[in-house]
Every structure is written in C-alpha cells, then in structure tokens.
C-alpha cells in the first residue's frame, strides 16, 4: 500500500508516493491552477500514474488560507461581540513590533473586517464564567441580518468576553446565525483558542472565519474528486504546529493549517537533520509566495502558541515559523524611488513574465534568470521553457528605467531588497532569542530556496548550508513523516507554591482523556496515543509566559525548578518572585508509518562540468564564468568549487565564488557559507 502526499504552493504542486512494502519513492510537480486548486493536485496525481485505490493514506498541505490572507484574497468577514467592545479588534496593543520600534513611517496593518462589519450585542459573562446579562438573542439575528445582507459578509467571528471560561453564550449565538443564513460560515473563539486575552482570541477567530469558507469548498471539492477517482481512506491535513488533522477537523477551525505547507518542510528539516546528525538548523523555505524560516534547536523546531502573520496575532499552535511575502513569484516594484519585493506575487497564473503566460510585472524568479543563475530551457526537465527575453525587457522597463540603473544593477537589488528582508526575519528567531545563527546549518529548500540559500548564508555568517536531495519537493516528503496530533489546553492560573499536586494530575489526566478520544476518532488505539504534557508559567506579575515539558512532574518544587531552567535558557536570568501557572496544554500523537532516509544509488563519480555560463557572483561583485553540473551526475564525497550553479529538474543550487560544496552520503548538497560580507 502507498501513502501521498500534497503540498499546494503559490506557483507549484508537488506530489510525492512512498510505498510502505518496497521503500520507494516518486515525485512529480506541476503548476499551480489557481481558479481551481484542486485541478493542479489531481493533475499531479495524473503525472504520477496513481492508482487511488491502492492508497492508503493523503497527506496534503496547502498556503491556500496563508495566500489568502497575505494577498488579502479571504472572505468578506465580520465580527459579533459584546456591546461596546466592537473596537477591541482594531485597538489590538498599543506596543510597536520590535521590527518596527524606530520605524518612523511605521503604519499600523489595516485590519482584515472594517469598522461597519463589527457589531456589539447585549449580554455579559463575567470572570468567572458566570452570566451577568442574558445574551439578547434578537440582537444577534439582527446584527448577522446586517452583517450578511446589508453588508455582504460571507463568514462571521463571533468572540465574546470571558468565553473561554463559559462557552454558551458564544455557541448559542453561533447557532443563532447557522439557523438564519446556512450559507453563511461561522466561527467562534472558544473553539479555536479558549484562552484569555480578548484582542488576541478575536484576532485569531477573524482569521479562522477569513480562510474558512476558501478552505471549506477547497476540502469538499478535493475529497468529491479523489472520491470519483476510487479512493476511501483517510485523508489528513498538515497542521501548522507539526503534525496532521483530519479532513474534517481542518475544516472546522482552518487556521489550525494556515501554515500548513511551511509546516511540512520543518518536519522534513528535523528528519535529515537526525539522520545527519545536525542538531541545530535553520529551516527556510522559499516558494513562489512567501518565505517562512524556523529554527529546529537541539532537534526540536520551536513551538509556539501565539503567532503573527503581519503583526496580528494567532492562539494558536503552531512552528515559530516567521513568514514573509517574498518568494519567487514575488513581484518587484518601485515606490517613490524605493525598489520593493512583495508581498504580492504573481503566481502561477500568469506566473512571472519569463513563463510567458501573460504575466506583465518583474518577479524574483525573472531576476535570477536575468543573473544568469537558470537554464531558459531546463525548467521541469526541459518541459517548460523560460523567454529571457521578455524577462529582461520587463526589469528594464518597470524597475531599471524608473530606477535609472542597470538591468544588472536593478535584478541584483531585488535579490538583495529579498535577501535583506529574510536576513530579517531569520534573525528575529535567531539573534533576538539569544541564538547566534553561526552555530546553526541553513537547510533551505522550495523551488527558491537552493538558489537563494547561499546568499542567506553569506549576510548570516552561517558556516554551512545543506540543500535537501529533493530541495522543491521537500515540504511534501516532510509530510510523510507527520504522525496526527491534536493538542488541547486548559486556562489554571495559580501560583506555583499554593498548587494542589492532585488537582493539577486531575486536570491533565481530564485533557489527556479529550486528547485521546480525538485520536480515537481517527482510527488510534488510545494505548498506542504518545502524550505530552506543557505548563505555560511566569513569575507572577509578568505578562509573557515560556512552556515549561510538565511530563513526570511530581510536585511544586520540582516544577519551580524546571520553570527557572527554562527561564534561564531563554532570558539569561531568573527572578526571586514567585512562579504562577497560567495554563495547561497536552498534545498527543499516533504514529504513522514513514519513510526512512535511504543513501541513494551512487553514480559513477562524474564531478566534470556539463556546460558554462555567465552570472553574477555576489563575492566577485560582478557577472563571471559559472561552472554548470547536473545533480544527478555527482557522486557522494564529490567537490564542486564554486562559481558553480548545479542544476536538477525543479531547482538551481547557487555556489558562488568563495564557496565550495559536496555531496553527502543521503544526497545532500552541503555548501560552506563562504567569506560573508
């Protein structure tokens, strides 16, 4: 039996099958359709010549919902909450991102629902959970009359005060609006993040109503059509904290997947980093849209429980992944004599304008063309071919005239003006978390990634960078060695001294119980389910919490002592306050089958170069003689010394000239960082 699995990215479809009787593998990759993505997966499957009856398992990934949000493409949306509290949503904190502290033209991200699509409803829980005021039930159906009808909203977020602590009131209203408009989607807080902290829930809610209907057709319409196409199994979603989630539950709360796709590629990251024996990596993956880095440290890639995508926060889990709006697809454009990158892209229709399918407006991936770093007629094994030309004449009219620079000069801004902004986002979780980048392995992967990987490497200083064996599929073989979790969590804010050892065991063994019956549902012995048990803490008096592994604790003290070795770690420091709990969080896990790392079948040794052509080099400054070798010609152990490009079907590796790379005994490429800056 086979399993598959999907990744649905900006601008390509990758499709990888591992047979769990032979170990074998296929991949294949096709181009995005973005006016129908479930065209581009089935296509995908075509390539690989499937027989859906004999799968198994689907694994798929998607940026659908994170694409939506960062091209602000997601459904009209609209908000009910408490009277008077409408505005929490855009008063959001008053603190700057530390990005933007000294930004003096600094502006706050428009939020993603209006003023005149938020509307406050009588009726109040307090603190405690109890009701003070009765939700007034007529209010609700005639703020979502509004909402839908006289506003067009096609999803709302309903998030009250305190619901985290009394759900009623959010689900009454939420059947209130189902019961009125069936079409129109719901999504409620309590559901998604039954956590304190009004502004950040309702941000969260926002972004689970704005994908929702998006993901919802998306999901139905696939599984009608691998339905027709024989298969009957489970069909499972990449969640952004690592992990999968049934179709289903995926549709319930979408913003569990934004970072779906990304999500793979960590998994993955963490996988060859444990076969290779390197602990710590830097994960980036650049596709045709974003740039998403994270940082596996001593093995384990960096969870967290809130994120932000463009400054607005999700309670959600998810891989301290941060996301920019650059990636190869990205459009290059000039603002007020500014040359910028993103955060829209082009696509993969009409794609960059080297793909020659209309597309009008520079991108990344037409800039390393121009630079000489692609094969015009190597894209996809010499199936699609790229017009440099039209590529050229494009950076010259819409950057380099209005720059008053070079062709030259203005390709090699947008890869630095790209560079720059992941530098950027790679030392936010990294150098601003007491990490220094130069102790760690740059693993990028994604049809960009290779390309781009050198020069992260270069502005880091990062001594080493390994390129994946499979670089612009590697988010879906990543899925494949994803196992289903579900993670569950509980607000107890106590200090630690005044904590009951029985009541704390009472309320993880009541989530552990929630937690396996999800896996139960899945098809999951609940004795095979892993669990893991985390406490959120702070010294009492804080704002911001760490996680504290609560698995085998036995008492107060033992948990103080845990909560300071954590604190050390991360701050450098511990404090004579006492210590408080604020939450209590269990993930479990059921194993699936994966795939091993294999050494692959050595060719002869080959290391001679099967073409040369000019490019730039961003250590000699200038376009000089590249070196060209095909992947599949080089053996392991064998040296490329850069100015090199090697070349595969669906990616270029770039070695410039004060770098050299070899291959490893799994295939890697792994090229030294080179002299930096």
């Known amino acids: 039996m086979k399993r598959l699995a999907v990744d649905i990215g900006g601008t390509f479809v990758d499709a990888i099958t591992f047979d769990r009787v032979s170990g074998e593998l296929e991949i294949e990759k096709t181009s995005t359709t973005p006016s129908d993505p479930t065209e581009g997966v089935m296509d995908s499957i075509d390539q690989l010549d499937l027989d859906l009856e004999a799968v198994e398992a689907f694994v798929h990934g998607t940026t659908l919902g994170l694409n939506a949000f960062l091209e602000r493409e997601g459904a009209t949306t609209g908000i009910i909450t408490n009277e008077g509290f409408r505005d929490v ?70 998030c009250f005060l305190h619901a985290y602590r009394n759900q009623s009131h959010e689900r009454r209203a939420a059947e209130l609006v189902r019961e009125a408009y069936p079409d129109v989607s719901v999504s409620i807080s309590s559901d998604i993040a039954a956590e304190y902290r009004e502004y950040e829930r309702t941000s969260t809610a926002v972004f689970d109503a704005y994908i929702k209907p998006i993901f919802e057709n998306y ?30 539950s995926a549709t319930r709360t979408p913003v569990q997947t934004i970072l779906s796709g990304p999500a793979g590629g960590i998994i993955g990251a963490s996988a060859v ?139 090699t801004g947008v890869l630095e003006v790209t560079t720059a902004k992941a530098v950027g986002a790679i030392r936010e979780i990294t150098v601003e978390r007491g990490l220094d980048p130069r102790e760690f392995t740059l693993a990028p992967f994604g049809g960009a990634g290779p390309l781009l990987g050198a020069l992260f490497a270069r502005e880091l200083d990062i001594p080493e960078v390994m390129v994946p064996r499979a670089p612009s599929v590697f988010s879906a073989w990543g899925m494949l060695m994803a196992d289903v979790v579900y993670d569950v969590s509980e607000m107890y804010i106590e200090v630690v ?71 050390r770690d991360r701050y450098g420091h511990t404090m004579d306050d006492p210590a408080e709990v604020v939450s209590l969080r269990v993930r479990a896990t059921g194993r699936n089958d994966k795939p091993t790392l294999e050494t692959p079948d050595a060719p002869e040794p080959d290391a001679e170069p099967v073409d040369r052509r000019d490019a730039y080099c961003f250590a000699a400054g200038e376009m000089i003689g590249f070196d060209v070798y095909e992947r599949s010609r080089l053996a392991p152990g064998e040296t490329v010394s850069g100015p090199a490009v090697v070349e595969q079907p669906t990616t270029t590796t770039v070695v410039h000239s004060d770098q050299t790379a070899v291959l490893d005994e799994f295939g890697n490429i792994v090229v030294d960082g080179g002299d930096g800056r």
């Open 273 to 411: 980093g444990d076969a290779t024996g390197r602990s710590n990596l830097i994960a980036v993956d650049i596709g045709g849209t974003s740039t998403d880095a994270c940082v596996i440290e001593d093995g384990t890639p960096a969870i967290q429980y809130e994120a932000g995508l463009e400054h607005l926060p999700m309670m959600i889990p998810v891989y301290d992944i941060r996301t920019i709006g650059a990636g190869g697809g990205s459009i290059a454009w000039v603002d007020s004599g500014l040359l910028k990158v993103g955060p829209n892209s082009a696509g993969a229709d009409p794609g960059p304008i080297c793909y020659d399918r209309g597309g009008d407006r520079p991108t990344v991936t037409d800039a390393a063309l121009a630079l000489g770093y692609i094969n015009p007629d190597g894209l996809l094994g010499g199936e699609m071919r790229l017009d440099a030309s039209s590529a050229v004449d494009g950076i010259e009219r819409e950057l380099a005239d209005p720059l008053g620079t070079s062709v030259r000069e203005a390709a």
């Open 89 to 158: 949503y855009e008063i959001g904190r008053t603190n700057l991102e530390p990005g933007s502290m000294y930004d003096l033209h600094y502006r706050k991200p428009d939020p993603l629902v209006p003023r005149r699509r938020r509307k406050g409803v009588p009726g109040r829980i307090d603190v405690d959970g109890e009701v003070t005021e009765p939700l007034d039930e007529q209010a609700v159906v005639e703020a979502a009359r509004d909402l839908v009808e006289e506003r067009g909203a096609e999803s709302i977020a309903v």
């Open 219 to 248: 999901v139905d319409e696939l599984d009608r059509r691998l339905g027709e196409r024989g298969f009957d199994e489970a069909f499972y979603v990449t969640r952004s904290g690592g992990g999968t989630l049934s179709a289903a």
């Open 497 to 567: 001294d005044e904590l009951e050892e029985s009541v704390l065991d009472s309320k993880f063994e009541t989530l552990e119980a929630e937690a396996l019956d999800a896996l139960e549902r899945e098809g999951f012995d609940r004795e095979d389910g892993r669990l893991e048990r985390t406490l959120e803490m702070r010294y009492f008096g804080q704002e911001h919490t760490v996680d504290v592994p609560a698995d085998g604790v036995v008492g107060p003290s033992e948990l103080s002592e845990r909560f300071e070795r954590v604190h």
